[in-house]
Each structure stands twice: as structure tokens, then as C-alpha cells.
């Protein structure tokens, strides 16, 4: 085994501490495998191009879920509103069975959580490698905002939190 250089490693902690002043949006990912549900925590991930409508979603080559997604070609987006914190910390863990007791209705052929700010299904057109990482490149097959507004999930200094609107 080799050990990771100080250099490496420092770099590592410096991207994380300076990419942690990024407010980021939260979201799980999901897709079928057969029919067990499966999802995960992601805040990488951000809309691309309008013609044709597409997404990208930056997953960790160790991810399960993207195991899954390789094989469909298909997942769903839900982005999560900030009454929503306890399923960002449910899916954000490992395992087959982070789905056991969360309630989730089959929407375009996909895992979709009830009461999310939104909803998008996506099939993949392109994987990107990127480091530790793949990039994801999909084109939108559905698209829908919950009513009313909720207000968001972000993650920010390593902490959960909301967006709050500036008085201008
Ligand atoms: C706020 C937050 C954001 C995350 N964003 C991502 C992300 O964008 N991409 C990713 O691969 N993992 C991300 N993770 C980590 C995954 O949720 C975690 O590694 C999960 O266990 C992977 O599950 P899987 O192997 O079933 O796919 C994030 C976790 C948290 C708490």
C-alpha cells in the first residue's frame, strides 16, 4: 500500500475547505434496479442546456447507484425542500435498503419522492470521466415543480440549511 503524498493531500483539503463556501443544492438520485428502489444524496449536479432540455449529475465511480444507472441508462432527480433533511441524511448513506420505509411512487418508470421541490426524469446520453468521479450528461424526459414554492435544501459549510432572500 502507498501512502497518499502531503502534497496530494493538502491539495484535497484545500478544494474541499474552499468548495465548502459553495452553497449547494441537495437532491437524491434514483433509479430501478429490477424493482428494488435505489438512491443517493448528490448537491453536484446542475442543469445544462435548454435545447435540447439536459442535466448532469456528478457521481462517485464507487457509487452503487451509478452501478445501477450504467446498466438503465435512466434516473430520476429530487430536489429536495429543506422539510426534507431527514431523507438527504437517509440517502446519503451506504447499502441496499436505504429506501426501507420511505414512501416513493413509480413516476416515468422511476423512484420519485413525494413532496420534493421538483421532480425531473433523465436518460443518459454520455458518461464523462472526471478523476474519482463521472460526470453524467442526460437529456430531461420529464420536468415538474412542487406548487408553492418550498423553500430549498442547500448544504453549506458542511451543514444543512435554506436559502433566505435578501431584502433589496
Ligand atoms: C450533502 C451531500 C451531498 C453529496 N453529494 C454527492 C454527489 O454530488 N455525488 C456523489 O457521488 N456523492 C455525493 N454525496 C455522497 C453520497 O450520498 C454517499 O457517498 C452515498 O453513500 C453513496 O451511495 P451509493 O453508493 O448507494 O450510490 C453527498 C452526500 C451529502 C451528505
Known amino acids: 500500500m502507498t501512502a497518499t503524498p502531503i502534497a496530494d493531500a493538502s491539495a484535497q483539503q484545500a478544494l474541499r475547505d474552499a468548495m465548502a463556501t459553495v452553497a449547494s443544492p441537495v437532491a437524491v438520485v434514483t433509479a430501478l434496479d429490477g424493482t428494488r428502489p435505489h438512491g ?11 435545447t435540447p432540455p439536459m442535466i448532469l449529475v456528478s457521481l462517485d465511480n464507487q457509487s452503487r447507484l451509478l452501478a445501477i444507472i450504467r446498466r438503465t441508462r435512466r434516473f430520476g432527480l429530487n430536489v429536495l425542500g429543506r422539510h ?4 438527504a441524511t437517509a440517502f446519503a448513506r451506504t447499502g441496499r435498503d436505504k429506501f426501507q420505509g420511505i414512501p416513493w411512487t413509480p413516476s416515468e418508470d422511476l423512484p420519485r419522492l413525494p413532496g420534493s421541490a421538483a421532480w425531473l426524469a433523465a436518460e443518459v446520453d454520455t458518461y464523462v470521466p472526471g478523476g474519482d468521479h463521472t460526470v453524467l450528461l442526460a437529456h430531461a424526459v420529464a420536468a415538474e415543480r412542487a406548487p408553492g414554492n418550498p423553500n430549498p435544501l442547500t448544504y453549506h459549510q458542511r451543514s444543512f440549511g435554506t436559502h433566505t432572500p435578501l431584502d433589496t
Open 40 to 50: 443517493t444524496t448528490v448537491s453536484a449536479f446542475a442543469s445544462l442546456s435548454l
Open 84 to 87: 426534507q433533511i431527514d431523507l
